[in-house]
């Protein structure tokens, strides 16, 4: 499929798999051809696209910039780590089975951890860096799974350390199985805040507030999408309760609007 350049040398290697496939086809019967899928991302959305187009009959290439499937949603720990994950059962049970059932299309796909996708052309090219090498592929079709990116307004002292984004947080709690602190004020709006402090008390951590743009209860002017993600939405509502059961105090309307501290974060205002 791809032409192959390696950095630091003085050769370039092609490779034309799609040629090499047509002498073949050319000269015995005819027959379906199959069509060449790269997906960007390991995640949720990733690996399911990479089973479908697996199960469709097609040469799956994933490329993923982690050394393990799973992406921000089911980022996995080493195995070799103590401890257990924070997260809900149901969580963790999809997490699980979805693990598994790539793991069981990993001997039909071409799986690249560590290897990212940095540039994409309207030609069909994809250009791909692993360690000191730069891969052109030509697919048929690419599907992006790049997942999602966190957006946060900065304010006095956003960069002090201690202060991070849910995400960040998140990212300890499940690849380290670890907290990030002793004490902590989670702020943000959305569920996102809401799942991220109850892992944060399940892990030890002791969560001075709990502090929310807008009601969570907001979401119930969407009753279709309530209904529709109704699975989803238990499963927010027993977050919620580990925070009531923790004592976790509750504010609405309110967002950080300056952090204190001279080499480390010390206090958060909020208003």
Same mark, same amino acid.
């Given at each position: 499929?791809?032409?192959?350049?390696?950095?630091?040398?003085r050769h370039t290697?092609?490779?034309?798999?799609?040629?090499a496939?047509?002498?073949?086809l050319s000269?015995t019967r005819p027959?379906?051809?199959?069509?060449?899928?790269?997906?960007?991302?390991?995640?949720?959305?990733?690996?399911?696209?990479?089973?479908e187009?697996?199960a469709?009959g097609?040469e799956?290439t994933?490329?993923?910039e982690?050394?393990?499937?799973?992406?921000?949603?089911?980022?996995?720990?080493?195995p070799?780590?103590?401890?257990?994950?924070?997260?809900e059962?149901?969580?963790l049970?999809?997490?699980?089975w979805?693990?598994?059932r790539?793991d069981?299309i990993?001997?039909?796909i071409d799986?690249?951890?560590?290897?990212?996708?940095?540039?994409?052309?309207g030609?069909?090219?994809i250009h791909?860096?692993?360690?000191?090498?730069t891969?052109?592929l030509r697919?048929?079709?690419?599907v992006?799974?790049?997942?999602?990116?966190?957006r946060?307004i900065?304010? /006095?002292?956003? %960069?002090l350390p201690?202060?991070m984004f *849910?995400? &960040?947080?998140q990212?300890i709690?499940?690849? $380290?199985? !670890?907290?990030?602190g002793r004490i902590?004020?989670?702020?943000g709006?959305?569920?996102?805040?809401i799942?991220?402090a109850?892992?944060?008390?399940r892990?030890g951590?002791k969560?001075a507030?709990?502090?929310?743009?807008?009601?969570?209860?907001?979401i119930?002017?969407?009753p279709?999408?309530?209904?529709?993600?109704?699975?989803?939405m238990?499963?927010?509502v027993r977050?919620?309760?580990?925070?009531?059961?923790?004592?976790v /105090?509750r504010? %609405?309307?309110?967002v950080?609007?300056? *952090?204190f &501290?001279?080499?480390?974060?010390?206090?958060? $205002?909020? !208003?």
């Open positions: 499929m791809p032409v192959l350049h390696r950095r630091g040398t290697r092609m490779r034309y798999r799609s040629a496939r047509h002498d073949r000269s027959g379906p051809m199959r069509r060449s899928v790269v997906v960007v991302g390991a995640g949720p959305a990733g690996m399911a696209a990479a089973i187009a697996t469709r097609c799956v994933v490329l993923d982690s050394a393990r499937p799973g992406g921000q949603i089911y980022r996995q720990a080493d070799r780590l103590p401890g257990n994950e924070f997260a059962p149901t969580e049970a999809r997490k699980k979805l693990l598994r790539f069981e990993l001997h039909a799986y690249r951890a560590n290897a990212i996708a940095y540039a994409a052309f030609n069909g090219e791909v860096q692993v360690e000191d090498c891969e052109v697919p048929d079709a690419v992006l799974a790049t997942g999602m990116r966190e946060a900065p304010f /006095p002292g956003w %960069t201690g202060v *849910a995400g &960040g947080a990212a709690l499940k690849a $380290q199985r !670890a907290s990030p902590a004020v989670v702020a709006c959305g569920p996102l805040p799942v991220v109850s892992q944060l008390t892990a951590t969560v507030v709990l502090a929310s743009l807008r009601s969570p209860l907001a119930l002017r969407y279709s999408g309530v209904w529709h993600g109704r699975d989803i238990r499963e927010g977050y919620g309760r580990s925070l009531l059961h923790a004592g /105090p504010l %609405t309307g309110h950080p609007i300056r *952090a &501290g001279k080499q480390r974060l010390e206090a958060v $205002q909020l !208003a």
